[in-house]
Nanobody, 124 residues
Framework: QVQLVESGGGLVQAGDSLRLSCAAS????????MGWFRQAPGKEREFVAA????????YYADSVKGRFTISRDNAKNTVYLQMNSLKPEDTAVYYC?????????????????WGQGTQVTVSS
């Protein structure tokens, strides 16, 4: 059974940085990608970033491009999201999930086995 555990969230001020981690277990990932999504209160879950397990190609939402960096450690089955220059609008619960296939989608229906999420709150 695939399990995902996100960690690293917290309360920070605008301009600060955080690094989120997503530890996956129950399966070895060698194809497809791991994605990060976020969901703010009253809003739909939105794509943040994704990284391919093989090759390491990365994909970002325009809203985080240049501020966030996604990376992976295949040996640890762990994906990271380095978030710099945080803004109040980045406040949300952040989730990771593996893609269902090798095509990288930016919608939640392209991903599976969601973790419990980690709260990120950015104060102004």
């Amino acid at each position: 059974q695939v399990q995902l555990v996100e960690s690293g969230g917290g309360l920070v001020q605008a301009g600060d940085s955080l690094r989120l981690s997503c530890a996956a277990s129950g399966r070895t990932f060698s194809s497809g990608a791991m994605g990060w999504f976020r969901q703010a209160p009253g809003k739909e879950r939105e794509f943040v970033a994704a990284i391919r397990w093989s090759g390491g190609s990365t994909y970002y939402a325009d809203s985080v491009k240049g501020r966030f960096t996604i990376s992976r450690d295949n040996a640890k089955n762990t994906v990271y999201l380095q978030m710099n220059s945080l803004k109040p609008e980045d406040t949300a619960v952040y989730y990771c999930a593996p893609s269902k296939g090798i095509v990288i989608l930016t919608t939640p229906d392209g991903y599976d086995y969601w973790g419990q999420g980690t709260q990120v709150t950015v104060s102004s």
